[in-house]
Nanobody, 119 residues
């Protein structure tokens, strides 16, 4: 599975950005796509994930501000980020996790895209 992410950039606090990611290759019928981020000096953390069945999960810090959506037919996932805060700054990574017939998870990562929120 290959992931191509786009979006990101520099925005002032309170602004909005949209990230997009497209997956290609051999897909799994049971899968989840999502976004993680890594701030300078911190570990990578989950931001939002959506399963192939449409179930979503958000980090507490972004609930009510970020919305994840996916198009199963196109194998794409978007992250709409509103009311951005300086603490949202970081490198955002698109992820794809598929579960094989033995329910073993396989995770793939896209290239990171930098989001910078200025105060």
């Amino acid at each position: 599975v290959q992931l191509q992410a786009s979006g990101g950039g520099l925005v002032q606090a309170g602004g909005s950005l949209r990230l997009a990611c497209a997956a290609s290759g051999s897909m799994f019928s049971l899968n989840a796509m999502g976004w993680y981020r890594q701030a300078p000096g911190k570990q990578r953390e989950q931001v939002a994930v959506v399963t192939s069945g449409g179930t979503t999960n958000y980090a507490d810090s972004v609930k009510g501000r970020f919305t994840i959506s996916r198009d199963n037919a196109k194998n794409t996932v978007d992250l709409q980020m509103n009311s951005l805060k300086p603490e949202d700054t970081g490198v955002y990574y698109c992820s794809y996790t598929g579960w094989d017939t033995e329910l073993k998870p396989l995770t793939y990562w896209g290239q990171g895209t930098l989001v910078t929120v200025s105060s």
